[in-house]
C-alpha cells in the first residue's frame, strides 16, 4: 500500500527521478525518462504493479517499519534513511547518479551497530504495472527484459525468485555494506556496464555540491531555498533544458475523485517561472539552456504556441487512461498525456515574454531568434488578445475572458515594448503602446467589481480568482492602488481557508445554478500552496511585511520532513495533495523569501 504523499523523497539523475517511501519502498519510477511508462507504479496501484523494497526484514504479513529518521545529505539528492531495530541500527543510501550512460537507483546498506536481518524485495512490472517481465540469470547478474526495455540487477549478496519477485536476505553489521544497483538498457543492446557503487556516490555528491556553490542567496531561509532549487534542478530534463512539472502522473487533488492529471510535461508557464527563480539566484547555464529548448519547441510555428509541450519539445501529448490501475487511495482514472496541450491559455504569453525579457535583464546572452519570437508571439497577441479562453487552470468548462489572462496579455506587450525602447530589437513601438493602452483600459472596465472593490475572475461574473494576486506583482497596477489592495483583501475574504491559505477559484457557482462546477469538473480540490505563497508576496508589497512573513512560515511548516511540497494542501485532511514534487509549488516559495528578505521582514 502506498504511503501519504508527504511520506515520500524525490531522488533523481535530471533525466528520470523515483520516489522513497519512509519505509524504504521505490514506489514510483519511471525509465529511461519522465514520461516513459513506469517500472514502479505501486504508487498508483498495488505492490503488484511494481515496487522495490529495502528495509529490516519482517515476519511474514507484517509491515515493513518506517524508518526512524532520514534526511538528505547535506544539500544534495542522495537521501539517507536509518532503522532503529531490537538488534540495531540500520543505514540505507539512496541515490540517481547523474547520467552518462544507463541510468541507474543506487541503493547502499550500511551496518550502523549491532546486528540487523534485511530483506530487498523486488518486483519490476513494466509499462506501469501491466507487464510481467522475462527474468534471468545472466553470469553474476539478473536481468528483468519485457519489450523494447531490460533492468539489470547488480548486487553483493546472493538473489532468489518466487512469486515474481526477486528477493535478497542478509544481515549486516557495522561496517558491512551490501549495494544494489537497477540499469536501464534497450532491451536489444548489450548489458550496461557493471556499476561502481561508492564512485557514483563520491560523483553525485559531488555534482551537487558544485552546483549548490553557484546559488547567490545566502539570507535566512537558506536552508528551504536550496532544497527547492535542487528539486528544480532534478525536474529538469538535462538532454534538452525542458522542465517537467512534477515527476508523477494522477496523483490526486481531490483524494477519491477523479482530478488526477499528468503532470510530466513542460507547461510553458511552470518552465517560464522556473526560469524566473533560477536566474534570481544565480543560474544562468539552467536559464540559457531552457531558452534553446523553447526556441526549438516553438520554432517555425509561433501562431499555434501549444501551453505545454514533452520535455524533448513533442506536440502530441494524447490522453488515455490506464484502466488496470485503480489510482491512489482509488482517486481514478489514472491518466498518461494531457488533453489541455491544445487549449488556449492566453496567458502563457505573458510568462514567456516576461522570462525573455527577465533572461536580457540579467545578462544572457544575446539570442536574435528569441527576439523574433517575441516579435511574432506579440503579433499573434494582437489579433487574439480579446478573445476568451481556457485560462492559467485550465477549466474544461466554457472559455471565458479571464483576467488573469488579459493582464498577462498586457505583461507580453509591455515587456516586448521595454525591449524595444533598449534599443535591442525594432518593432512597432507605437502601436503596441497604443495596444498596451487598449488592453490595460479593458481590463480595468470589464474586469472590475466596483461594488466590491475587486477584480474578478472574468468579465461579468462576480467569482474571484487568486491568479489576480499576480497583478501588482506584473506591474500592472502599483500595489498601493486602492483596487490591488480591495483584491487582495476580497480573495482573504472569500478564497482562503481557515489556516490562511488560499484556494484557486470557488469550485461551485455562487448563485447555486446547474449540477456542474464552475471549472467543468465534479469535487472539490484543496489549497493551492502557490496562491499561499502569491498572496505572502502581496501582502509584503503592500507593507504588511509581518503577516505576510507569519504566513510564509505557515507554508514552509507544511513541507514534509525534506523539505518537499505537493501542488495543494487539503485542509480537511491536514495532508498534501496532487503531484509531487511540484515545482509550481516550490518555485513561487523561492520568489517569496527573496522579497521577504529584500524587505528586511527577517530582520
Known amino acids: 500500500m502506498a504511503g501519504r504523499i508527504e511520506d515520500y523523497a524525490l531522488i533523481g539523475d535530471m533525466q528520470t527521478a523515483a520516489l522513497v517511501c519512509r519505509d524504504g519502498t521505490v514506489d514510483w519510477l519511471c525509465l529511461p525518462r519522465f514520461d516513459s511508462p513506469a517500472v514502479f507504479a505501486g504508487l498508483l496501484g498495488t505492490d503488484q504493479h511494481g515496487f522495490w523494497r529495502i528495509g529490516p526484514a519482517v515476519a511474514e504479513g507484517v509491515r515493513t517499519p518506517d524508518a526512524t529518521r532520514r534526511h538528505y545529505r547535506g544539500e544534495s539528492l542522495v537521501l539517507e534513511s536509518e532503522w532503529d531495530t531490537r538488534t540495531g541500527t540500520v543505514r540505507v543510501i539512496d541515490f540517481m547518479p547523474p ?59 546472493e538473489t532468489y525468485g518466487e512469486e515474481l519477485t526477486t528477493y535478497s536476505d542478509f544481515t549486516v553489521s557495522p561496517g ?29 555528491e559531488d555534482f551537487w555540491r558544485e552546483w549548490v556553490e553557484q546559488c547567490t542567496y545566502s539570507g535566512p531561509y537558506r536552508e528551504a531555498v536550496i532544497r527547492s ?9 538535462g538532454p534538452t533544458g525542458g522542465i ?31 526560469l524566473s527563480s533560477l536566474l534570481r539566484t544565480g543560474y544562468r547555464d ?55 496541450a491544445h487549449q488556449l491559455q492566453l496567458d502563457v504569453y505573458g510568462e514567456v515574454t516576461e522570462a525573455l525579457h527577465l533572461g536580457h535583464m540579467t545578462g544572457l546572452t544575446r539570442n536574435d531568434y528569441a527576439s523574433v519570437l517575441q516579435l511574432k508571439l506579440i503579433a499573434y ?61 479593458d481590463v480595468c472596465e470589464k474586469g472590475y467589481d466596483r461594488e466590491r472593490n475587486t477584480f474578478t475572475q472574468s468579465y461579468g461574473s462576480r467569482e474571484l480568482d487568486a491568479s489576480l494576486l499576480l497583478i501588482p506583482q506584473m506591474g500592472f497596477l502599483p500595489p498601493d492602488d486602492k483596487r490591488v489592495i480591495g483584491t487582495i483583501e476580497a480573495i482573504q475574504r472569500e ?41 505572502a508576496d502581496d501582502l509584503a508589497m503592500i507593507g504588511r511585511v509581518q503577516e ?56
Open 176 to 204: 558491512d555494506r551490501v549495494c544494489f544497483t537497477i540499469s536501464w538498457e534497450p532491451s536489444h543492446k548489450p548489458q550496461p556496464p557493471l556499476p561502481d557503487p561508492q564512485g557514483s556516490l563520491d560523483a553525485t
Open 548 to 603: 505576510a512573513r507569519r504566513l510564509f512560515e505557515k507554508l514552509l511548516a507544511l513541507r514534509n520532513d525534506l523539505g518537499l511540497l505537493a501542488e495543494e494542501w487539503d485542509p480537511r485532511r491536514q495532508r498534501q495533495v496532487g503531484n509531487f514534487p511540484q515545482a509550481f509549488s516550490h518555485v513561487p516559495l523561492i520568489d517569496t523569501a527573496l522579497r521577504l528578505t529584500a524587505c528586511g521582514a527577517f530582520q
Open 244 to 274: 517537467v512539472a512534477a515527476p508523477t502522473t494522477s496523483l490526486p487533488e481531490d483524494i477519491g475523485g477523479v482530478r488526477n492529471w499528468d503532470y510530466r510535461f513542460t507547461w510553458l508557464r511552470d518552465a517560464a517561472i522556473t
Open 99 to 157: 547520467r552518462d550512460g544507463a541510468p541507474q537507483v543506487i541503493r547502499i546498506v550500511e551496518g550502523v551497530s549491532g546486528r540487523v536481518a534485511m530483506r530487498s524485495s523486488l518486483r519490476m512490472r513494466f509499462s506501469y504495472g501491466q507487464v510481467v517481465p522475462w527474468v534471468q540469470q545472466v553470469g553474476d547478474r539478473t536481468v528483468a527484459v519485457a519489450g523494447p526495455d531490460s533492468v539489470w540487477l547488480d548486487t553483493d549478496v
Open 495 to 535: 478564497l482562503s481557508t481557515e489556516d490562511g491559505f488560499v484556494l484557486r477559484y470557488p469550485t461551485s457557482r455562487s448563485d447555486g445554478s446547474g449540477d456542474q462546477n464552475l471549472d467543468g469538473l465534479p469535487g472539490d480540490e484543496g489549497a493551492f500552496l502557490a496562491c499561499s505563497f502569491w498572496l
Open 229 to 237: 532549487l535542487i528539486t528544480l534542478k532534478a525536474l529538469t530534463y
Open 381 to 441: 497577441l494582437e489579433k487574439h488578445w480579446m478573445e476568451p479562453d481556457e485560462g492559467i487552470w485550465e477549466v474544461r468548462g466554457p472559455r471565458r475572458h479571464f483576467v488573469h489572462s488579459k493582464v498577462m496579455a498586457w505583461v507580453a506587450v509591455d515587456r516586448t515594448v521595454k525591449l524595444i525602447e533598449s534599443g535591442e530589437i525594432d518593432g512597432p513601438l507605437e502601436s503596441l503602446k497604443d495596444l498596451r493602452d487598449e488592453i490595460h483600459y
Open 286 to 340: 539552467e536559464a540559457r539552456a531552457w531558452r534553446e529548448w523553447l526556441l526549438r519547441a516553438v520554432a517555425g510555428d509561433p501562431e499555434n504556441l501549444q501551453i505545454m509541450y514533452g520535455i524533448a519539445g513533442e506536440r502530441e501529448l494524447g490522453e488515455n487512461t490506464l484502466h488496470w490501475l485503480p489510482g491512489y487511495e482509488g482517486s481514478s482514472p489514472v491518466r498518461i498525456g494531457n488533453q489541455a
